[in-house]
Every structure is written in structure tokens, then in C-alpha cells.
């Protein structure tokens, strides 16, 4: 998750032109298009979808969390003041998980807006700034820390050179899982021993198995093409995002592109009342867009 300010699109149009088309038509409607929500912002990332369906999002240039609800389709602020927030999951109570890349910290935020401080670094050395994440069934959180500086960084000094994948276990130990050139989109599935990283300025995503708490099987390549943020359905399709909205099966073989009216696509997850609609962050705007599938539970 990056934004407008350190947008690289290096391999998007390559991976659009060599990945293999396959049919789509049991995913997607008919002349059905994205449909603008709201165009408020200044540059939405990391949504995510509690238990009732609804989506946070983040607008991190602006240091706001807001919230869309499915069932009246209108947004509303949820949190001002965020430790300007990127990528967003929420835990099984419900309480919203961010990567606050303010001071390199990783926040858990409940519905009633306590926060409470996960992380603050890395073997007492600052993170680099957390930028996705992903939670497995065992309390724990799956991580990139790329680095993207950003205007509002008071005094920061780089203390972790490398872009690292890493791991926090439920007890609150982190551990260094591998090291990329800047990793970005992250999204795992636990029905599926999976787990998906995009290396963004290398132009890959690479997928691995997962053997249990923090523990990776080698990362194979999944396809030749990053990704600022991702989701899977069902059928353990993965949705990339940058220009537009790309989908691949799980062989890494192109399915759909979904074009978006915007410079940059940022990120992407499923929501409504039967998680069936994609909610899009696109620089200023979010979008959401009807399927005939819905998130891999």
C-alpha cells in the first residue's frame, strides 16, 4: 500500500499483456461497472470488513479512518487522529488492526475507539513503517514493512536498512520472516494453508505455504506482477490492484481486468451483507462493484 506521491507501476502492463485470460463469467456481471461511492478524499488505502459487512477504510494523508455501510451505501468518519493508518484487518472481536506508520507502530482500535499499541519496532530498532497485514486463526499477524517516506515523518531515521515480511505471534514476539526489494500487498487464507505477498518494486507476486505459527514453506512465484493490495473469493482467486483491478486464478493465470476510472488503484476487499461486493480504494475515490462471488470465509 503506497501512495500517489510514490506510485510505481513498473511491470503492471507487461503482467496485463502475458498472464493467460480464462473464463470469468460465473464471477462477474454482465455490463456491470465500478460504482463511484464517494470521491472525498485524498488518497483511500487498506479497507477492511468487519462482522456485519461494513468496510473501513483509511485516507492516510489526512490521518482518517471512515467507515462505508452496506446497507445505506453512505460513508461516514470513524476515526480522526490514526497514527495515519494504511493497511486495516480486523481480529475475531471485531477490533480493527492497522499498520500506523506515523511511528512505525501497529495499533488494534475497538469499535468503541480505545487503541491500544501492539508494536512499536523491531529489536528495540524502529520499523521501517508498516504498510499491510493479514491475521491467522492463531492471534497472529502477518506484516510488510516496505518504506515509503513520508512528508510528515519528524526526525526519522532509517534503523531497519531492509524492506522485511515479518511475523507477531499473539504473545507479541515478532519475528523476521524474508526480505524483499518493497513489499506491499499481503492476504492469506487459512481454509487454504496460504499466504500471498507482493514484492511491488520488483514487479512479482510470490505465494507461500503456511506450516504454522510464522512458518513458510520456500515463496514460489505466483505471477509477474506487483501489487499495492489483494483479496481472495471463495475459489481462492486473487485480486490484484494498481491499474485498475487484476484477477488471476490460483494457477497465476489472468482472468478479468477491471478498469478504474482513477490514476491509482490502491486496494481492495469484499463487503455487504453476504460479502459480495468489491469495495475499491482508488486515490481520492472508493468504489464498489456487485459479484456473483464473495470473500473466501
Sequence with gaps: MKNKWSLGIVGLVFALQSCQSTNYTTMFYENTEPKLVSDQFTFTEGP?????????????????????????????????????????????????????DNQGEIWKISKDKNIEVLSKGFEGKRLNGPNDLWLDNKGGIYFTD????????????????????????????????????????????????KLYVSDIDAGKTYVYDILGEGKLSEKKLFCEMGSDGMTLDKDGNLY???DGVTVFNPKGEKIKHVKIPEDWTGNITFGGQKNNILFITASKSVYTLPTKTSALK
Design 240 to 242: 490484484l490492484t494498481g
Design 146 to 193: 516496505p518504506l515509503y517516506k513520508r512528508d510528515y515523518w519528524e526526525n526519522f531515521k532509517v534503523e531497519i536498512p531492509e524492506k522485511n515480511l515479518y511475523y507477531r505471534n499473539k504473545n507479541g514476539k515478532i519475528s523476521k520472516l524474508e526480505t524483499f526489494v518493497q513489499p506491499n500487498g499481503i492476504i492469506g487464507a487459512t481454509k487454504l494453508n
Design 48 to 100: 477492511a470488513t468487519d462482522k456485519s459487512g461494513n468496510v473501513y477504510f483509511t485516507d492516510q494523508p489526512n490521518d482518517k479512518i471512515y467507515v462505508w455501510d452496506w446497507k445505506t451505501d453512505k460513508i461516514s468518519l470513524f476515526l480522526d487522529k490514526t497514527g495515519r493508518a494504511n493497511g486495516t484487518y480486523f481480529d475475531e472481536n471485531d477490533n480493527l488492526i492497522t499498520c500506523s
